[in-house]
């Protein structure tokens, strides 16, 4: 393009600074908005009318923040389990499976130490709580390690491992909740079995005390890439497996590491959803749901470069978008699933946009011809 | 026994053309791990038309040209801009998962329309796969196109100097590879399981993927790998078939998945690709640098 004496260029970029890449991250976020808009339009709704519902559900209203909050603690989990792989150059896009591994050891260890519904535990409430986020934290890392190991030790592309992953957690639980399964609910409607109200966890300012843990997460994880030997080897593995190995750094241990830590994570996610948020207490008829709403962490992990700081706003941001897309879909007529739609719209306007990460567009004098 | 086995043999023919669609943008050196994403839009938008056209072959078509078109958009993403093909793949599949979700929810349930007529239980796209199979195989081994396209997947450079036009070929080949990934997630919809739900290919595609490094990039043994996945995923939904009433129906639904890791871990060890595994297309994966 020639505007007077100047011309468009492309050049190549050889670093983003933080400041280009945020830039990037909102102009790709606000496109992606537009694009959803045309959603709206299309369902006779006026945008403009459609993002104020969402907005002020889910950022302004007593009911909506709440769930608000909670989802995106739980994007956010979702987020850096995913970023801990992506670092190593590993795609986890098993935080479903992981999660569902962590929710389905969380309520078997509630299940065994008789913390079901009407039941009066034996044992301490406090170590009822503190074994079954400790047995979430397990059962994610013990299905994050698979891929993990089977990447380091055989190679196996990871991407198709943790999606088979995804698909047993979910059968699994579903032979866990339904049909008689042992943690079926009472009402027998497909839902698990109840907490005991003794061993509700504690609250922090009224909310789940997950939410704290999880920002103390997102920053022990920052912490751990910006200062540590072990944050600068994974991060010297993804840039080239080879050199690491030259380096010292082993190329079994790296994929498992970083998948049973991403496990580990995950795992919490779906003990903060299921166990921790005040009101669920149970494996949810919809936990699909859930296991959905974890690819958005994906996007949060792209979105914000792999550095979980940054990746909170952005949880915050996409939980908002989802919990209030739902509140309004009912409330505006729109069709079910609007908070679908944009996660695949924002996923591929993202997507576009990684070129600018690489590439900058830049007016240049024209040469005078001769 | 033969009810069950034609049932597999329908079963195999969506993972046959799906992974046959994968092979050929993979040999052109394109990977495209967003197949699930297309084969959604292919199936959702395939029942969508036939249910309000009450035609099956324009719910075909609709397919074929949707998995086309959102192949381009894979192709433009990672020829024309030159980015990582599995960041793009990945886009593709969750835009695929995204939006199918939102469009295709008002037409939840069953498709209720007349059965393609079958032969002996067998659907006629069990044929259509077969020829494909062959199709495919002469195109890759016999012809100067499918020399072509295996040579922008091996060496792009060179064959760029040799005066194909690698651009052009590997942008015709994903296209290409769509629309066989868009008539399998029609074949899927209107004829194997002709229920829409949301997510209601609960990974075929991945599994598609995993088969085509299973495959080696062989028709022929892509196809009898189909059969294999297609059987077992049979298998799994009629447990009675092996033994009755030992494991939950859900525990039942597991085993296909556990399965694909097995084979897939078999065909990642040292023993299986030094064997093999020569037969990966070179340029797998990378962009092609202007010079």
Not at chain 2, 55 to 61: N, Q
Request: proline share 4%; with cysteine.
């Amino acid at each position: 393009m020639r505007l007077g004496g100047y011309q468009l260029k492309l050049e190549k970029k050889i670093r983003v600074t933080a400041w280009e890449a945020t830039a990037i991250s909102l102009l790709a976020i606000l496109i992606g908005l537009a694009l959803v808009g045309l959603i709206f339009l299309q369902a006779k709704v006026n945008p403009l009318t459609g993002y104020k519902a969402i907005f002020s559900y889910a950022f302004a209203n007593k009911f909506g923040l709440p769930l608000t909050v909670n989802r995106s603690i739980f994007i956010l989990l979702c987020t850096c389990a995913f970023i801990l792989p992506m670092k190593a150059g590993l795609w986890n896009i098993g935080m479903a499976g992981q999660l569902y591994g962590g929710a389905l050891a969380a309520f078997g260890v509630a299940l065994a130490l008789g913390a079901k519904g009407s039941q009066t535990p034996t044992l301490a409430p406090g170590l009822i709580i503190t074994l079954m986020m400790l047995a979430a934290i397990l059962g994610g890392a013990v299905i994050g390690a698979i891929p993990g190991f089977l990447k380091g030790r055989f190679n196996t592309n990871e991407i198709v491992v943790t999606m088979m992953l995804n698909s047993i957690g979910f059968w699994l639980i579903a032979y866990g909740i339904k049909e008689g399964g042992p943690f079926m609910g009472g009402g027998g409607e497909g839902e698990g079995f109840k907490l005991a109200e003794s061993v509700f966890p504690p609250k922090v300012l009224g909310g789940a005390f997950t939410i704290p843990l999880a920002l103390g997460v997102a920053v022990l994880l920052y912490l751990m890439f910006a200062r540590t030997t072990l944050g600068y080897q994974i991060k010297a593995f993804g840039q080239s497996p080879s050199a690491a190995k030259y380096a010292g750094i082993s190329s079994q241990n790296v994929p498992l590491l970083v998948f049973i830590l991403g496990g580990m994570i995950a795992g919490l996610a779906g003990y903060h959803y299921f166990a921790a948020v005040p009101g669920v207490y149970k494996i949810p008829l919809n936990y699909g749901d859930f296991g959905d709403l974890s690819f958005y962490g994906i996007i949060c992990g792209l979105i914000s470069q792999g550095n979980p700081v940054t990746a909170v706003p952005f949880a915050l941001l996409f939980g908002g978008l989802t919990n209030g897309g739902r509140f309004v879909q009912g409330q505006l007529q729109l069709g079910y699933g609007i908070d679908y739609a944009l996660l695949g719209v924002l996923m591929i306007t993202l997507v576009a946009f990684q070129f600018f990460y690489r590439n900058t567009l830049v007016w240049k004098k024209m040469e005078r011809e001769p | 026994m033969w009810e069950f086995a034609a049932r597999s043999l329908n079963a195999s023919t969506v993972f046959a053309i799906a992974a046959l669609g994968e092979l050929i943008g993979q040999r052109a050196g394109v990977l495209n791990v967003g197949i699930e994403g297309v084969m959604l839009f292919g199936a959702t938008l395939g029942f969508i038309v036939a249910k309000t056209t009450g035609s099956y072959l324009l719910g075909c078509l609709a397919a074929i040209a949707i998995g086309g078109l959102i192949a381009a958009l894979h192709a433009y993403f990672s020829i024309t801009l030159g980015g990582d093909q599995v960041v793009n793949g990945m886009g593709i599949w969750i835009l695929g998962f995204g939006l199918t979700a939102y469009v295709g929810y008002p037409y939840t349930g069953p498709l209720n329309m007349e059965r393609i007529p079958d032969l002996a239980g067998l659907s006629p796209f069990f044929f259509v796969g077969v020829v494909l199979v062959v199709l495919i195989w002469w195109m890759f081994s016999k012809t100067s196109l499918g020399l072509r396209i295996r040579s922008a997947g091996e060496n792009p450079s060179v064959t760029e100097v040799s005066g194909i036009n690698v651009t052009r070929t590997r942008y015709l080949s994903v296209i290409a590879s769509g629309m066989l990934m868009g008539l399998a997630g029609a074949i899927y919809s209107l004829n194997y399981n002709p229920v829409w739900s949301v997510n209601f290919l609960l990974g075929w595609g991945f599994i598609a993927l995993a088969l085509v490094f299973f495959s080696m990039w062989n028709p022929f043994i892509l196809f009898g790998g189909s059969i294999l996945f297609g059987t077992l995923w049979q298998l799994s939904l009629n447990p009675q078939l092996v033994m009755e009433s030992v494991l939950s129906r859900y525990i039942w639904r597991t085993v296909p998945f556990v399965i694909t890791i097995a084979v897939l871990v078999l065909m990642s060890t040292r023993w299986f690709s030094s064997r093999w595994g020569a037969a990966k297309p070179e340029a797998l994966g990378l962009p092609r640098e202007e010079e």
